[in-house]
């Protein structure tokens, strides 16, 4: 498979604002909620707090890369999606006989692909993926056939919220929402790294260390390419949980070799 190229990552997180804020563990008790300047309109403003967790890691990847965001193909991944939302709904059902068609605009699962979609009118190929722990390197394998086909770049958000109290035997954890934006070619200034050899290593490699705030959270695969980008290290790094599947780095790569 080709290498791509990672322009600008994202992240946000309850006490993390930005990738740099956690990599070098300066929480910041104030932020406790995505301030999403997109989604500022009338739509925006009911925008249900996972989407508010993409849109905020795709905010900061916008304002990095100066790209355009309207004209950028996406995929969006979660492995639960608007699971809070969903089951409010059927509680509703039970009570009142009838879901709130308001609130059902945000219960599906291309919900933040929508919002990111009305604010910032892009038209572009957008699709919306669920693949459990897998979710993040499903994502980068979608990504990385579109720009293996279709050249120019694509955004990547992944994004999952704390799972409902019923739930919590499926993972107790803190929301957490990555973007990345990748490119089939190098950009004019350098790159934050080059990307090759995804797959399903027969070889399964150590875990990476995850924040035990995240480790349930179906999202926190992408953190350990978070954290090598940021501290510009080279190597193999693991992009789900336990299945095998990891990516080739290096960090900091401008031009093809």
Sequence with gaps: MKQVFVIAVGLWAPGFPSPEAWVGQRPDSSVVRPTCKMLRTRIGRYASPLARLAVAAIEQVGERSGADLERIPSVFGSAYGEIRIAFDQLDMIEREGVPSPARFKNSVHNAASGHFSIATRNTCFSTAIAAGHATFAMCLLEA?????????????????????????????????????????????????????????????LEPATIPERWVENPCSPGLPLVEALVRKRDGVVPVDRGGGWSVELQAGAGDVA
Excluded at 144 to 153: E, I, M, Q
Excluded at 156 to 182: K, N, Q
């Design 144 to 204: 990385w056939a579109w720009l293996d086909v279709h050249r120019g770049a694509v955004l990547v958000a992944i994004m999952d919220e704390s799972l409902p109290d019923h739930l919590t035997a499926f993972g107790s954890y803190e929301p957490l929402g990555l973007a990345f934006l990748l490119a089939a070619d190098p950009p004019e200034r350098e790159a934050l790294g080059r990307l090759g050899g995804l797959g399903c290593r027969p070889r399964r």
